[in-house]
């Protein structure tokens, strides 16, 4: 039996076009998949929204293997509110530094290391290596690591991989993953409402299991197990969860996921087109407005 692995990380965006630039031409990703919505998500994947959005899978690869981003946007927001819930995507890569000047892209430092921010503020940790471009880890805050890594070794089955005592864990279901870092900081987490979810697949048949620790153990379910339909495609089980400090948690079934997210060719001329057709920017800037933020 297939152990569980990780998938991807959810950012909501406000500026569609710039934020495709950003990944396309300083990060170098890929559009893997596109699509777009009439109605918002039965498990909120696009938050608490029920109007038209859309989804954006980008990354150096598919999500077979890859560790991914999924991008989404409901149209009439052009913002959301950073919270200190999220520290960073962490890339090794031998390019993405010489793209970003090359984009005249800003390249900033915190202390020894360096990253570039998306044009929603989500920060990309760069370490300058021989490989080419891959996503090696992502990095949550926690209040409370002790708390934390017992949610995610316990009830989520995470390997330890490395713990520093009131500083930081790194978790992992396999070598070879992509590495979850939680990192201890002194306020409450607070999520606002750029808050995003991580998603992890698992054998369809776990799922109930997995809820089932959830609810003996008193933690949170956010969307209890629940079938979500595809036209055309393949009909996906997950549950949807919060960690002690409210992080949102989807696990997906495996088997129907491998086919719902196999990367599509047309995926980046969708977005093109999407882009092109959403006049949202032009009808704000002609009324000498902003675009809302979320609140």
């Known amino acids: 039996m297939s152990s569980p692995r990780i998938l991807h990380y959810v950012f909501k965006i406000g500026n569609r076009s710039e934020t495709a630039r950003f990944y396309r031409d300083v990060l170098g990703m890929k559009i893997l998949r596109h699509e777009e919505f009439t109605e918002g998500c039965k498990a909120a994947c696009n938050g608490p929204y029920d109007g038209t959005w859309s989804k954006s899978m980008v990354g150096y690869g598919p999500e077979d ?25 962490n890339i090794e890569s031998n390019s993405i530094l010489d793209q970003a000047r090359k984009a005249d892209w800003v390249v900033e ?21 021989e490989k080419d471009s891959t996503v090696t880890g ?12 017992t949610y995610w070794t316990d009830l989520c089955g995470m390997t330890l991989k490395e713990h520093n005592p009131g500083k930081n864990a790194v978790l992992q279901y396999a ?6 870092e939680l990192v201890q900081i ?12 991580i998603a992890f697949s698992c054998p369809t048949q776990q799922l109930p299991e997995i809820e089932r620790k959830m609810k003996e153990n008193e ?36 088997e129907a996921f491998r086919e719902l ?10 977005l093109n087109e999407a882009l092109a057709a959403d006049k949202s920017n032009e009808w704000y800037a002609k009324k000498g407005k902003s675009k809302p933020s979320a609140s």
């Open 65 to 89: 293997d890859h560790f991914v981003l999924e991008l989404t946007y409901n149209y009439g927001l052009g913002s959301y509110t950073q919270g200190n819930s999220y520290q960073g995507i």
């Open 109 to 129: 430092k915190d202390g020894s290391r360096v990253f570039l921010s998306a044009p929603d503020g989500y920060k990309f940790y760069i370490q300058q290596s």
């Open 138 to 149: 992502i990095s949550l805050s926690c209040s409370n690591l002790d708390r934390s890594v």
């Open 175 to 180: 070598a070879g993953q992509a590495y979850l």
């Open 186 to 197: 002194e306020k409450a987490v607070d999520h606002a409402s750029a808050g995003g979810r």
């Open 219 to 254: 933690e949170t379910i956010l969307t209890p197990l629940v079938r979500l339909d595809t036209p055309g495609k393949a009909s996906v089980e997950v549950v949807i969860l919060a960690d002690p400090d409210g992080h949102e948690i989807c696990f997906v079934g495996d």
């Open 261 to 270: 997210s196999q990367v599509d060719a047309k995926a980046d001329s969708l």
